[in-house]
């Protein structure tokens, strides 16, 4: 049997080069390996990440700086005496980053795996958002800055 496939990433060159660098550097952003969606509702944000294969003890969630972090790593076991004819599965460590608003309630974050994929629940924390700054005066006439 003859199994041909494609390589390298379809598109341009520097796509693969990025991607190639992102992988030696343990962060693979590319999507078909943890795909990625962020959905906007009144009152919380669901944000999807496909991890087909990965158990709850395979993935690490953490809130640092503003940044919702989700990494893991898929890890392939191959069959002692096996011999390989073809992979193209994804496998390796990855890590997708997402900037979040201010006005992300971080006490009251849910995670949910479901058949490959994990649901993060970001709800809006009502006094996060703008208000009113009151600006002092001097009234003996000096001026601070």
């Not at 943890?34 to 009144?42: I, K, Q």
């Not at 640092?64 to 390989?84: F, I, Y």
């Not at 849910?110 to 703008?130: F, K, M, S, Y």
Request: proline fraction near 4%; include cysteine.
């Amino acid at each position: 049997m003859n199994w041909n496939t494609l390589l390298h990433p379809a598109g341009s060159p520097f796509v693969a080069l990025r991607r190639d660098f992102e992988r030696q550097l343990g962060l693979d952003s590319h999507p078909a390996y943890a795909g990625m969606s962020v959905t906007e509702f009144e009152d919380r944000w669901e944000i999807r990440v496909d991890v087909p294969g990965l158990k709850e003890s395979d993935i690490s969630i953490t809130m640092a700086d503003g940044s919702l972090v989700v990494e893991g790593e898929r890890v392939e076991l191959k069959p002692e005496g096996a011999n390989e004819l073809f992979n193209d599965r994804a496998k390796g460590k990855f890590r997708r980053v997402l900037k979040v608003r201010d006005q992300v309630d971080v006490s009251n974050i849910d995670a949910e795996l479901n058949d490959g994929v994990l649901l993060v629940t970001l709800r809006r924390n009502p006094e996060a958002g703008a208000r009113k700054i009151s600006i002092r005066s001097k009234t003996n006439g000096q001026c601070n800055g």
